[in-house]
């Protein structure tokens, strides 16, 4: 598994847990943006679509991951700059498609 990266964040409005349909629609949502925007490859190709538990009460979207390596200070700080913003235009986007039912949040972290 990989050490880092930019991920989207999911927690319901009422705090109740996801169910099946929660998650299709998500992924659904999730597809949707980010085959219509204009982001990296990195993204567009990745596994953004395996959502992952994430906390007691939310789920994740890991949009990019990363590898510690020799160079770990500076391919975080690459890797963050190049991300982060991406992540943010993508939670914008899905709180749109989403609605109030849920809550969407960006985020560059380590796991």
């Known amino acids: 598994m990989s050490d880092f990266g930019a991920m989207i964040i999911f927690r319901k409005a009422n705090s109740e847990s996801f169910t099946d349909d929660d998650k299709n629609t998500i992924k659904s949502a999730l597809k949707k943006v980010i085959n219509k925007g204009n982001y990296s490859n990195l993204i567009k190709e990745g596994n953004y679509l395996n959502l992952k538990g994430w906390d007691n009460d939310k789920l994740c979207s890991l949009l990019t991951e990363y590898y510690i390596d020799e160079n770990y200070d500076e391919t975080v700080e690459f890797a963050k700059e ?30």
């Open 82 to 111: 190049e991300d982060l913003e991406d992540a943010k235009n993508i939670s914008r986007q899905l709180q749109k498609e989403l609605g109030d039912v849920y809550e969407v949040i960006a985020s560059f972290e380590e796991w």
